[in-house]
């Protein structure tokens, strides 16, 4: 599934603005916190003892602790594309007094950090139990191409958990930066819709899909506040349709002053449509009427 042109990550860019953003991430990802715990916490509902584990997509590790601290015999493999991320993860996990020695999956190199991107991962085929992704693969250009790899390093009977952005993501910082600049540039991605990553799963070969959908809000004082929680994050627009070069003053008071039409109770809201699901690869490839596979869509308990 390629998405347009003009929407295209470029990953040189965004693999820079992760890798200055790996002092200063912990700090500022407090949605990624708490989807990060909502993640966990739907392990509880299911009973996998996987001997080894991909952190797809890692940041700064501490998912990667968290997985190696509820699975103490397993392998934990961190992987990120940005090199400075898996520094921060090799502090992260060694603060915490855990072993770097594990066996790796490539040819019996002792390793368990891997810079490498997520559309092309550089393990074997069926060697993981389980594929951990945290909101990294809205930053994947082909999202078919991502989730054929999460299957194909899978283990028959592993399971996939993932979380990602949907469409309704920054939709305030979308539309005020669109009003700025008169829709000449891209400002935020563009991220999926729910319903077409089922499709996708279901295509790269995953067993019954479940998906739900979660909206956040966080608030701040100021439109400055929300584009420096951003850059803190090291989530910068990278898509090829951006401005090149500095835009100017003029563009960001006019961007703050459509931001203002969001307003509410003193606050200025940032809105985050966050897609969560799960999938396992089957042991055999399931049969179904028709050729189709049932994709569950599970509404929001509130």
Not at 202 to 218: K, N, Q, Y
Request: aromatic fraction near 8%; include cysteine.
């Amino acid at each position: 599934m390629m998405i347009d042109d003009i929407y295209r990550i470029d990953k040189t860019r965004a693999r820079a603005s992760f890798g200055r953003a790996a002092e200063t991430y912990d700090a500022a990802a407090v949605l990624q916190k708490q989807v990060r715990e909502e993640m966990l916490g739907r392990l509880d509902l299911v009973k996998i003892n996987p001997q080894v584990i991909l952190d797809a997509g890692c940041g700064t590790g501490l998912a990667s602790h968290a997985l190696q601290k509820r699975y103490a015999k397993s392998q934990v493999v961190s992987l990120d594309f940005a090199y400075p991320m898996l520094q921060k993860t090799r502090k992260t996990r060694g603060h915490a007094g855990l072993g770097y020695q594990l066996k790796s999956l490539l040819g019996g190199v002792k390793q368990n950090l891997l810079c490498a991107d997520i559309e092309a991962l550089p393990l074997a085929s069926a060697s993981t139990g389980l594929v951990w992704s945290n909101l990294a693969i809205q930053w994947c250009n082909d999202l078919d191409a991502a989730l054929q790899e999460f299957h194909r390093v899978l283990q028959p009977e592993g399971l996939l958990m993932f979380s990602t952005f949907g469409p309704d993501t920054l939709r305030e910082l979308r539309i005020a930066t669109g009003a700025a600049s008169g829709n000449e540039y891209t400002s935020v991605s563009r991220f999926i819709d729910m319903h077409d990553i089922g499709d996708a799963l279901v295509r790269a070969g995953f067993s019954a899909p479940v998906l739900d959908v979660e909206r956040f809000t966080l608030t701040y004082d100021d439109a400055k506040s929300v584009m420096r929680d951003l850059k803190s994050i090291g989530a910068h627009n990278a898509t090829d349709g951006r401005a090149r070069g500095l835009l100017g003053r003029s563009f960001f008071t006019k961007l703050e002053q459509h931001y203002e039409q969001f307003r509410q109770d003193g606050k200025l809201p940032a809105t985050f449509e966050v897609v969560y699901g799960h999938a396992w690869r089957a042991k055999d490839n399931p049969k179904f009427e028709d050729g189709v596979s049932p994709i569950t869509f599970k509404p929001r308990n509130k």
